[in-house]
Structure formats: structure tokens, C-alpha cells
């Protein structure tokens, strides 16, 4: 079965293409490679003992996207992780975020919904519940406004995939992640950001190897055990897998609605002060940070209630935070030296 993957040589989409090769399905990438670079694809390689087929392709052309369709008319299945992801950045350049995460998202539905039968496993985030009102997050809470631009692209993207799951024949899993982290165990593949990284851990590590001077923590007085901010951090590779399961089952039929919608964490909440002396205690390094101001589109806490999850995908995360953060600094070493 042939596996379409958008954004396949980013993050969370290569370790997904690993776990795909590894249970025989055939995968195609396209990529834009704007936040990611080729040679993933040798590391992808390198676990699996295949390349993906891969075309750099910029899902906002439209049609290009018709013409990738035309010529791929067998594909079983599409993961779509193609999209912009950091929470400031959209705050910063909002039209950027629309652009990129809705016109992508359409484009790709629209060649979809003249399939006589699609399935479609979306990249949602737990940004879409905004601050809930109560912790553990489960997939019933209310969706608060957006916090962010990039909050509101998955809203409107949830949105306009079950609009379109009511008129087609296309079906549809919602993965809703809290923060993925890590890396392969085999430091072949990991986070890669390039500039500035935007996310907590790879900043983490690139303060740690001394590419960055000190951490900045966000604000320590928010109404948290210890001020900072409080995070669900998953393993990459556990997320990834979940990506695996919950694609089977709607090529297995399975799924009992048209659209269907998972929370994918550990079900632990760590703030950011502990997932510093988590760092701390793995590499044997100590951090140098400072306390600055709240971050805008920043919440207090986010962790999910896993348990819907765990009953109907038969799915857990297994991964510690530790090991997490230990992986992430076995990859941040990796691609240094």
C-alpha cells in the first residue's frame, strides 16, 4: 500500500516514515524543505534499509498539487503534517500561518475527495483546547479561542476536515499531540530546527552543547507548583507509532465515525523548570538560564487524559521523560560533532 506523507522529512513526519518502512508500507514524501533538510532522507535509509520516494513539492501550489495527484492515483492513505508550527512565530506573521497550514490542507482534500474512498490522518495539537478548564485535557473539552495564529490554522483545519468528511468519501483521524521531544534511538534522525530553535527541548540542547549563551523561562508566575509553565512532553517515536495505528485502522475499517479524534500523550504534565533538571541530570551538565517575561499565545498547563487513546488505538506511550530528554541530547551530540 502506497502512503502519502506531506511534510514526511520534518520532525515528527521522518520518525513517522520510519515506522511506516518498518511495517512494509510503501511511502512517498513530499517536502518543501523550508524547515527541514534532504539529508534525513539518508537517515531515514540508514534505519530502514530504504529510501522513501521523495518530490519537493510546495503544497500552496495548487497546481502542482493537482498534477502530483494525477500521476500518484494509487495512493491507500495520507498523513499530512505539512504545515508551520511555532506559536510565536504566527503571532508574529499571521498570513504566513493561514497561508501555509489552510491552503495546503484544502489543496490536498480537494485531489482526495474525487478518490471513490481516501483516509486521512490529520496533524492537530492539543493548542486547539487553548487554556482548558481543567487538567488532564480529554477530547471533549471545549475548543477555547485560539491562543495564536498557529492555534487557530488547526482549528480551522479540524473544521474544514469534518465539513468535507460529510460530502465525501474521505475518512479521517485527528491527532491532537501534546509536545512531542526526542529523538530516534538510533541518532539518525531528530529534531532539526533551523535558526533559532522554537520549541523548549532543542533549545535545551543547543544551551547545553554552548551554541546558545542561556535558556530564557518564560515566566515563573504562573499558577504552577513551581511558576513555570506545565507541558505533556512525549517521545517522538511513541508518536510516530500512534500515527502507524491509528492509519491501520482506517484502512481496516475500523473507525466507527467519519471523523474521529485522539489525544496523544504521556498523561503527565512537567514544567518547564523540570524538564531543565531532567536535562541536568542526563548529560551531567548544568544549565545556565534566566527568568524574562511571559511569552504571548503562551498557556499555563497542558496534559492530556490519554485513556481514549489507550482503550480504542490499544495505544500508550512508553517512553519517560528521561529517556526523551536523554535522546535529544544523544542527537544534539550526534549532529555537532
Known amino acids: 500500500m502506497k502512503i502519502l506523507v506531506t511534510g514526511g522529512l520534518g520532525f515528527i513526519g521522518s520518525h513517522t516514515v520510519v515506522e511506516l518502512q518498518n511495517e512494509g508500507y510503501e511511502v512517498i514524501v513530499v517536502d518543501n524543505l523550508s524547515n527541514t533538510s534532504l539529508s ?12 522513501p520516494a521523495f518530490e519537493k513539492l510546495d503544497l500552496r501550489e ?4 493537482q498534477d502530483f495527484f494525477k500521476r500518484h492515483h494509487d495512493i491507500s492513505g495520507v498523513i499530512h503534517f505539512a504545515a508551520s508550527k511555532a506559536v510565536g512565530e504566527s503571532v508574529e506573521n499571521p498570513l504566513l500561518y493561514y497561508e501555509n497550514n489552510i491552503n495546503a490542507l484544502v489543496y490536498v482534500l480537494q485531489e482526495l475527495q474525487q478518490k471513490p474512498e481516501a483516509n486521512f490522518i490529520f496533524s ?63 541518532t539518525e534522525i531528530g529534531e532539526l530546527p533551523i535558526g533559532v530553535p522554537q520549541n523548549l527541548v532543542p533549545f535545551i540542547t543547543q544551551t547545553g552543547f554552548g551554541l546558545r549563551k542561556e535558556l530564557s523561562v518564560y ?21 510516530a507509532k500512534a500515527h502507524v495505528i491509528a492509519l491501520q485502522r482506517l484502512l481496516n475499517k475500523k473507525n466507527t465515525a467519519k471523523v474521529e479524534t485522539f489525544n496523544l500523550g504521556t498523561g503527565t504534565g512537567s514544567s518547564v523548570l523540570e524538564v531543565i533538571h ?20 503562551d498557556i499555563t498547563s497542558a496534559y492530556a487524559n490519554t485513556d481514549k487513546a ?10 519517560t521523560l528521561e529517556e526523551a ?9 550526534k549532529i555537532r560533532s
Open 40 to 51: 534525513v532522507l539518508d537517515g531515514i535509509q540508514n534505519i530502514t534499509g530504504k529510501v
Open 62 to 65: 495548487k497546481e502542482k498539487v
Open 124 to 186: 492537530s495539537s492539543c493548542t486547539v483546547y487553548g487554556q482548558a478548564e481543567s487538567m488532564p485535557i480529554t477530547e471533549n473539552a471545549s475548543i477555547q479561542t485560539a491562543m495564536s495564529p498557529y492555534g487557530n490554522t488547526k482549528q480551522i483545519g479540524e473544521e474544514i476536515i469534518t465539513d468535507t468528511t460529510k460530502v465525501t468519501n474521505i475518512n479521517a483521524i485527528l491527532l491532537r499531540y501534546f509536545n512531542p521531544i526526542g529523538a530516534h534511538p538510533s
Open 219 to 239: 515566566g515563573d508566575d504562573y499558577p504552577t507548583p513551581d511558576g513555570t509553565a506545565v507541558r505533556d512532553y512525549i517521545h517522538v517515536v511513541d508518536l
Open 278 to 297: 531532567t536535562f541536568e541530570k542526563v548529560s551531567g551538565k548544568k544549565l545556565p538560564y534566566k527568568i524574562v517575561g511571559r511569552r504571548e499565545g
Open 310 to 319: 489507550n482503550d480504542i488505538l490499544g495505544w500508550k506511550a512508553q517512553s
Open 325 to 333: 530528554m536523554a535522546s535529544a541530547w544523544k542527537w544534539e551530540q
